[in-house]
């Protein structure tokens, strides 16, 4: 009978070598991602992760549990982290969403045993999701180099700084303090399980077989959502200038268009 240590071996030894991901002999040139070559192997390691275990789970989880369950689920994450977004609504002059937030949390909170039940949103309190870079961003701090934390996946030098900040102000970081470390765990695992759940359900593992690059496609498509949340969906003139449809300056276009008299 094989040990628990002898089992584990070949799965963490496919995982080390997933995480061996081909860097291209530019990488680092991007002033937007000069730690690309760092930031392809972190992303190969979260990929096989992914692939090896989070998925898996996550798609028992969902063959297992109903609906309904793990949409309560679901909802208990989501009511957990309302404090950390009316603290950034707040911080960020949203104080009429500050308060909408608050009184989202405390009716959930007790009618809705613990968010179990979104009764807020029955009663169309709606939620603003607000993180502690996007109040960086707001205050004017730059978004910093590109970054892929190990098992957060992208992020960057300022948004780096939300994860401590929503982990500060969620009420279980206390409920939890002097459990023991299984509890914490327990806990983590499910949100991750849950976060892994809603991506599928967003259609988001169809779109990955259909980049060439992956980790171009998830870097670009990350600081663009970024940049909308900071702006609240508004775009720059820089990137309204980028939608628009350039002038062909081709000699071609010298010629009349059809009805018009020169």
């Known amino acids: 009978m094989k040990t628990w240590q002898s089992a584990l071996l070949p799965s963490l030894a496919a995982l080390l070598l997933a995480g061996c991901a081909q860097v291209p002999p530019d990488a680092g040139q991007n002033p937007d991602d000069p730690y690309e070559a760092f930031n392809r192997q972190m992303f190969a390691f979260n990929d096989g992760l992914d692939r090896m275990l989070l998925k898996p789970v996550t798609l ?17 994450m989501d009511n957990m982290r309302e404090p950390g977004n009316a603290f950034n609504s707040f911080m960020q002059g949203k104080v009429s969403e500050g308060i909408s937030t608050v009184f989202r949390f405390l ?6 045993i613990g ?3 979104d009764v807020a949103g029955r009663v169309g309190m709606e939620q603003h999701k607000e993180d502690f870079g996007q109040t ?12 892929v934390l190990p098992l957060l996946g992208p992020s960057g ?49 169809d779109m990955r077989a259909n980049v060439v690059d992956e980790y171009a496609a998830v870097r670009s498509a990350y600081r663009q959502m970024r940049r909308s949340l900071v702006a609240d969906g508004e775009q720059t003139a820089e990137e309204e200038l980028g939608t628009l449809t350039p002038l062909s300056l081709d000699e071609d276009d010298d010629e009349p268009a059809p009805g018009r008299k020169e």
């Open 115 to 117: 968010g179990i039940f």
């Open 157 to 205: 030098m300022r948004d780096v700084f939300q994860w401590p900040v929503q982990s500060g102000l969620n009420p279980m970081t206390y409920t939890l303090w002097n459990e023991e470390w299984y509890w914490g765990t327990g806990y983590a695992a499910l949100d991750a399980v849950d976060a892994r759940s809603k991506m599928i359900d967003a259609g988001l593992d």
């Open 60 to 76: 028992g989880y969902r063959a297992v549990v109903p609906e309904m369950a793990r949409d309560g689920v679901s909802n208990v």
């Open 136 to 147: 960086l961003g707001v205050w004017g701090v730059g978004p910093g180099p590109y970054l």
């Open 107 to 112: 009716l959930n909170t007790t009618i809705g």
